[in-house]
């Protein structure tokens, strides 16, 4: 148990590191994370359901890396481009 949550809040710092180096992705990937956000929460909630731990524990990895970048798309310091 405690090696999941490990797992996931390790997905923060990797969440920031990958929207750092692929800043001028950010904007126009938009769509595709919000496109991963939807299918990381179904797998997550089917992992649930189904009783595959690590698998609903990857979509939640996926989900938290997906939204950190989806929030960093919107800040313009961050992606250094006019939106």
């Known amino acids: 148990m405690i090696l999941n949550i490990f797992f996931i809040l390790l997905a923060i ?3 920031f590191l990958i929207a ?7 904007v126009s ?3 595709y994370f919000r496109i991963l956000i939807i299918v ?3 797998g997550a ?3 649930i359901f189904y ?3 690590y698998l609903s524990l990857t979509f939640v990895f996926y989900l938290i890396i997906s ?4 929030i960093k798309s919107e800040d313009q310091k ?3 481009r006019k939106l």
């Open 67 to 70: 939204l950190i970048s989806l």
């Open 78 to 80: 961050w992606t250094k």
């Open 13 to 15: 710092p990797s969440g």
């Open 29 to 31: 990937g938009k769509k």
């Open 40 to 42: 990381s929460i179904l």
């Open 45 to 47: 909630i089917g992992g």
């Open 20 to 26: 750092w180096l692929a800043r001028d992705e950010l």
């Open 51 to 53: 009783d595959l731990t």
